[in-house]
């Protein structure tokens, strides 16, 4: 049998597989699951659809990427929820390391382009999980609401094929292109993440600096408080417009 690193197991300061939270978490979702893989298949999901997906979380600090802290706020981006999906796979003793890559959103919005000064997304990150033998991958990015919103077909992973974001989305078009993989690590590196965002986007990218909250959360264009909407509905469909642009009134 192959000797598998240890810290593929281990509980870090940022994937604290070990926290209450994540352990009563991981066991509430795996249930009665027959085997390791129905147990991965199960916890996917549960971060993919009840961890909903935000790029303007802040991203500058460890606590930032901690599994309970993200599992606690219900909302995070590609590389909080990998580790996430990673800390919950070792509470249910499922070896489990992030992966990165960078690459290239064809679908993102004119806002979020803006707001990242590009379509390249360097480190993006999935989860990659040792079943049945062999390491898989899992990207549980995209919650099901926000795919189904705006057209895009949500990714499915049943324990035994990679599961990367699609090259097209239902429509044909291009979506999400693969340009550099960065490997894999037993923990989220964040002063390498940091590092890199500061080197594709620049220092004074919003989120970088604490004092910026105000400035990302600013009323953006498309959205009237006027509409009679809740804040809780106003910011869901402001973070929805600003990933993926205005809604198609034909699929609504």
């Known amino acids: 049998m192959e000797d598998l690193d240890p810290r593929y ?21 795996a249930g009665s699951g027959r085997d390791s893989v129905d147990t991965a298949v199960r916890l996917f999901y549960a971060v993919r659809d009840n961890i909903r997906y935000d790029p303007y979380v802040p991203f500058y600090r460890p606590e930032h990427y901690r599994a309970s802290h993200v599992l606690n706020i219900q909302r995070g981006f590609c590389i909080s929820k990998a580790g996430l999906l990673c800390a919950l796979a070792r ?5 489990s390391r992030v992966g990165f890559a960078t690459v290239r959103n064809h679908l993102a919005s004119r806002e979020l382009i803006e707001f990242m000064g590009s379509d ?10 040792r079943l049945e033998g062999r390491w898989v991958k899992a990207t549980p990015a995209f919650n099901m609401e926000l795919c189904v919103r705006f057209g895009a077909a949500p990714l499915d992973f049943d324990g ?8 097209y989305n239902s429509e044909e078009a291009p979506f999400m292109e693969y340009l550099e993989e960065h490997g894999t690590t037993p923990d989220i590196p964040v002063d390498r993440i940091v590092t890199a965002f500061e080197n594709a986007y620049g220092r004074d990218r919003p989120g970088m600096d604490p004092g910026d909250g105000a400035r990302r959360r600013a009323p953006q264009p498309g959205f009237d408080a006027g509409r009679g909407l809740s804040t809780h509905q106003l910011n869901r469909n402001k973070q ?11 699929k609504e």
Do not use: C, M, W
């Open 9 to 29: 197991l281990s509980p870090t300061s940022v994937i604290d597989s070990d926290h209450p939270s994540i352990i009563g978490y991981a066991r509430s979702v």
């Open 91 to 95: 509470a249910s003793q499922i070896p």
């Open 120 to 129: 390249r997304f360097v480190y993006h990150g999935y989860t990659e999980l």
């Open 160 to 167: 035994r094929q990679d599961a990367l974001l699609q090259p």
């Open 240 to 250: 929805n417009y600003l990933i993926f642009g205005p809604i198609n009134k034909n």
